[in-house]
């Protein structure tokens, strides 16, 4: 199977994430599947008291009804800060005042990337650590391809 199209490049992260035009809260998700162990899913799910700040969050998993700790980088704890603010509960990640959704967090990745899927920050993540690509112009090609 190629799983090509399921991988983004460290530049199309990057520039995804300093796109001021997305809404901090969006690129704080992207940031987090980049950064750490969860899903889209449990990301969303969170509340600001689930955001220990110095280095975890809490994150409950819907699937297995378990609770486990995930470590964040000083970065994503910098970003999840100015977004929490003063506010003391309520979702962690939010717009206008109501949680964000899936489907906003998934169309704007499109949109900052030609069609990448969200899904990949988290699949490329998986197989760097594992050492079973190498990013670079294999990929890049592979996508300008596909989008041709």
């Known amino acids: 199977m190629d799983t090509t199209s399921l991988l983004v490049t460290d530049l199309e992260v990057d520039t995804a994430l300093a796109d001021l035009a997305v809404p901090a809260a969006v690129r704080a998700v992207w940031q987090l599947l980049w950064e750490s162990e969860v899903t889209v899913d449990e990301v969303l799910a969170l509340d600001v008291p689930d955001a220990e700040l110095d280095d975890h969050l809490v994150v409950r998993q819907a ?16 970003v999840l800060r100015e977004l929490i603010g ?38 490329t993540r998986q197989a760097k650590e594992r050492g079973s690509i190498r990013l670079g112009s294999v990929a890049a090609d592979a ?4 989008t041709a």
């Not at 609770?67 to 970065?75: A, K, L, M, Q």
């Not at 967090?105 to 699949?123: K, W």
């Open 63 to 78: 699937k297995e009804a378990g609770v486990f700790e995930v470590r964040i980088t000083p970065s994503a704890a910098g």
């Open 86 to 123: 003063a506010r003391t509960d309520g979702p962690l990640f939010q717009m206008d005042g109501r949680r964000l959704s899936k489907a906003k967090v998934a169309s704007a990745f499109r949109t900052a990337t030609g069609g990448r899927s969200v899904h990949a920050l988290r699949f």
């Open 143 to 146: 996508h300008e391809e596909k």
